[in-house]
């Protein structure tokens, strides 16, 4: 009898997981850690940053209204948009200003999704964004107060290329201010695919570009090439016609760079060189062109340290 009831122990015990397993969807909501600031987070791929459902946005006097939106995000609301990959179950919203906005955002997919809200007041949210994540099918939910005026607000999702792939909507609070591009089915692509021509075609075009390029790119090195040759050996350059002026790929910005340099160096240079050896003079610019790889790395360098410091005394003080 007590082996018979511990096995049934035992399959229940089993089961539970099973039967847990069934629920498609995990809900955040009931387990997010509060880390001050609007910003909760949990241990399964859940957070909120931005939440604010008491502190007033400057110039709004009261809230004026309160919603409750459920979004949906997934591979399959992006069905309906050719060559998307992702969308939100809705492209547009539509706010009062001053509203105060709670959003369910609903996550189908089994990766990580996002709805992100951009170009808010930055005294309240912080980098300006009301941001909801969720990994995975789940579930969560936020809060904000939305600002007086009339804009436009930018919603997405911002893993990487989540957005290009269609995941993107626009908040218009009261009238809004324009509308953004490549909304899926509300503006036009910013980057239109071309249906027209067949893959073929396309390759063939791409192919001839490129030719066109390289045959430039090597007219231009071939000049200056020649340019510097004569300079070394002391032939006065062919005097500038107004054709050739005329013919851009010839005379590019960076072509001009290189013979105005090849101008100041050269007699510089035929004054070091005069008695030396060929193998010395190839040892002299080795160790010249050394130094001046040198130089150009340090000054980068420096700039670099210079920015990175620049930053991180912009970063808010946490
Ligand atoms: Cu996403």
Not at 266 to 280: D, I, Q, W, Y
Request: with cysteine; hydrophobic share 45%.
């Amino acid at each position: 009898m007590v082996k018979l009831l511990s096995v049934g122990a035992l399959l229940v015990a089993f089961s539970a997981p099973l039967l847990a397993a069934e629920v498609a969807y995990e809900d955040h909501d009931g387990m997010l850690m509060d880390h001050g600031e609007g910003h909760l987070m949990d241990m399964a791929g859940g957070m909120v940053m931005g939440q604010n459902a008491s502190t007033l946005p400057g110039g709004c006097e009261s809230i004026s209204e309160t919603k409750e939106i459920t979004v949906h995000a997934g591979h399959k609301y992006a069905e309906k948009f050719p060559g998307r990959m992702y969308a939100f179950d809705k492209q547009e919203f539509n706010f009062k200003p001053c509203t105060k906005l709670t959003v369910h955002f609903i996550n189908e997919d089994h990766v990580r999704h996002q709805w992100m809200m951009h170009g808010l007041p930055k005294y309240l949210y912080p980098k300006g964004m009301f941001h909801l994540e969720a990994s995975g099918p789940s579930k969560i939910s936020g809060t904000l107060i939305l600002p007086p005026g009339d804009k436009t607000y930018l919603v997405h999702c911002d893993i990487a290329q989540h957005m290009e792939k269609g995941m993107k909507a626009q908040l218009k609070v009261g009238k809004g201010d324009g509308d953004l591009p490549s909304i899926p089915g509300v503006t036009a692509f910013v980057v239109a695919d071309d249906y027209k021509a067949t893959l073929p075609e396309l390759a063939v075009k791409a192919e001839a570009q490129a030719k066109v390029d390289d045959v430039a790119a090597v007219k231009a090195a071939v000049v200056a090439k020649q340019a510097a040759a004569d300079k070394l050996a002391g032939i006065a350059p062919p005097p500038t016609t107004p054709v050739a002026l005329q013919d851009d790929s010839f005379l590019s910005g960076t072509s001009i760079i290189g013979l105005a340099l090849g101008v100041i160096i050269a007699p510089f240079l035929a004054r070091k060189f005069k008695g030396m050896s060929v193998s010395e003079v190839v040892a002299y610019s080795f160790e010249l062109i050394g130094t001046s790889i040198a130089y150009v790395v340090k000054l980068l360098t420096g700039l670099i340290s210079l920015i990175m410091s620049k930053k991180t005394k912009i970063l808010p003080n946490k």
